[in-house]
């Protein structure tokens, strides 16, 4: 049995030994090195361009533009709106104009500091209010991106039967996903003439796919390999180095390598988005929600990204883990010439989490609830309907967590003034949301009888080529880990989908399970399981070729309704509590978070020292977005003014694991990534409201916010 | 161009710099140690440290110059002997790797800080690697592997 197992993970020897090639360790001999010129405006038509300080520059090879891209200058994970390289105008600060290739790193950063750009500013569009009522398009078709609905029952006689109703309106800001490894990857032709592209991303079939329209090739003459990545959680699913790094090899047809330093990457990618959340809650006497109305201004930055994705997520997951018969939610993205908000950890979830914790903790406290009772009446459960009617049939651990930290909710003791404890739930689509997101791969033998696993899957430091080994491992009845990875080359893989929402360990380890079936009868065929060893199946087995089984899976979902978004959205959720202690220092406003405890229903876990450190890590990122985490246009650059949790904000957490098997999932197992997140920082709000009485509705509640809303609290 | 001379673990090195070169580019660039990782390039985030005296250091803060004379340590010293160091196996069997980029650092501080201090506690271990950031294990693993290193490492002496 490998399932359940702490199994070492796979990549762990190579990086403490400091011999993992990541991103920003290729080389390759005769590389150039390339560099992205940007916009310093938000919003500004080109006027001119004069390269020509640049191109005297000894040592620069080339200055590329968008006349130089032979195929389609634009780019999108959903849809192709963002062009590589400005055509005429930009649209935030920090969009790429030109590429600027030198022989060395110095002679390139230099040259692009010597190239002069003309613009004339046009309406800077700032925020979404701004935008919804502004003359000035930011995109042809308009200002709003997207506006999705969610209507369940009438909320309007929701809150006409109400016996208590709360409103507040609450916001969240921009944070970035500060991966510890900056954007960074390398390219050259190989000896087919084909273009390869080695970078650090969440997704090789996507960028292969976009890699052949920008040059106009088709895509089997691409190969994107994933290097070791140092860090994701959704900033790299987006095209960051690769087209740039494409471009210049087909120009120079010499390797090239592209490096971030950490300013460009705080300027030129995708960020969290800000949300603007108005929210309606009625609950009867007895703590049962009636109505939820919710309406949503999200500001999704110039271009699309996942804008819509996130329009829709926060949407369908705006009541949080309770049944509700009665929903409205207006979900609305709106353009701005902000930095692109894309994918990151949660999609839109953690920011509604904040606001329906918040919501549920004052109903409670108006008529008189304990705040985990209200959370185990309304409590989402087997049977039940979400807030797009779909009836939940199978896993769903959400009481189970609650169950789970009751022990140390009813014991919990403040420990003297500025001590306080909150709690925070959540569920958590697993996949994309009502559209087919599939996983393949294959499996075959070596000539010398190992099992060979040819994987898609990109690996970002979350540990899933350890996990799906396992579950192959436990899927053939194997008693060793007898198996050679394939993975992350477009090359020997096929298309496993993104690394995102959660869904790797569910839909690709479903995938491996499906593989692993077919070869799995092939082996019983062969005598394997009477035991025949694998070494002479192999050898008599290569004389005529080996073998091939593909595995493929897609989770079964319905497309959310137009108008309603009635439906099946994810073949499965995921669930959790969070209980955080905290201590305020109300003279200086610093909030620590001391405890948490953090239960997870993850449905199996695969390896449990994975899934807990997929939980801490989910924690550290929850305290750095109640706490200290904002990006500011314009004003943040570095580290310098970007606060990441250290090993001194971290609270002391115990992670309890709960296990509501998934029919429809590999062993059991959903997924964890997100859900680790997810509830932090709406604990930590709920936490500082025990332990002040003053109530927090915009993130992050840093020093200064913090400290002005004691001293407003005590004045009022 | 200068030509500095310094034990790179320990090996006697010489190399010719630049005067404004960081220690950082020359482990990279010049002597090809990759797994002194840039991070942030203004002394920020740790992923760069490397061991000066046994001292926990930013390199990308380091003049190359600076090293000069002096021992220098990278996380191929741990494993020098040609087996890996207990911190190296409590950080794999702890679960202390995620994505593994701010590994060697992390590793770095905690060598130096069992040197030092050959029982440390919770704090101890927290504020040994409070220079250093981690976006992806929330530390807890990380402190685990160090204080589960400390434990075996005092077993051996």
Known sequence: MFIGQDITRVDALDKVLGTAAFAHDLKKNTMLFACVVRSSRPHAMIRKIDTSAALALDGVVKVLSHKDIPGENLFGAIKKDQPFLAEGRVRFKGEAILVVVGVTEEIARKASGLVDIEYEDLEYISDPFLSMRSPTLIQDGGNLLSHRKVIKGDAGKGFESSYVIVENTYSTTWIDHAYMETEAGIGYTDERGHIVVASSTQNIHYKMKEIARLLAIPPEQVRVVQATTGGGFGGKLDVTVEGYIALAVYHTKRPVVMRYTREESFLGQTKRHPLYIEYKTGAEKDGSLTAVEVNIIGDTGPYISYGETVCLRAAVHATGPY????????????????????????????????????????????????????????????????????????????????????????ARRKQGPGSGFGLGCMYYGIGNTGISNPSSCYLTFTPEGRVEMHSGVCDIGQGSDTVLLQILCDALGMEEMGIDLVRGDTDTSLDAGSTSASRQTYISGMAVCDAAQKMREYLEGQGYYSGKPLKDICREAAEKGLPVFNGHFDPPTTAPDPETSQGAPYATYAFATHMTEVHVDEVTGVCKAVKVHAAHDVGRAINVSNVKGQIYGGVAMGVGLALMEEFVPGKTESFDNYYLPTSMDMPEVEAIVVEDPEPTGPFGAKGVGEPALIPQAAAIVNAIKDATGVRMRRLPCDIERLKLALEKNKIE | MKTISFVLNGKKTSIEVDDN???????RERLGITSVKEGCGIGECGTCTVLVDDEPH??????????????????????????????????????????GYCTPGMLLCAYSLLLKNADPDARDIKEAISGNLCRCTGYIQIEEAIKNAAEICKCDR
């Open chain 1, 323 to 410: 049944e509700v018969p009665n929903v409205l939610v207006n979900s609305r993205m709106f353009y701005t010439n902000n930095p692109v908000s894309g994918a990151m950890r949660g999609f839109g979830v953690p920011q509604l989490a904040l606001a329906h914790e918040s919501q549920l903790d004052e109903i409670a406290q108006r008529i008189g609830m304990d705040p985990l009772d209200i959370r185990m009446k309304n409590a989402l459960k087997r049977g039940s309907l979400t807030a797009t009617s779909q009836v939940l049939n199978h896993s769903a651990g959400l009481l189970e967590t609650l169950k789970g930290i009751e022990p140390f909710w009813r």
């Open chain 2, 21 to 27: 070169e960081t220690l950082l580019g020359a482990l």
């Open chain 2, 58 to 99: 930013y390199s990308c803060l380091t003049l190359a110059s600076k090293a000069n004379g002096r021992d220098i340590k990278t996380v191929e010293y741990l494993s020098s002997s040609g087996v890996l160091h207990p911190l190296q196996e409590a950080f794999i069997k702890s679960g202390a790797v995620q994505c």
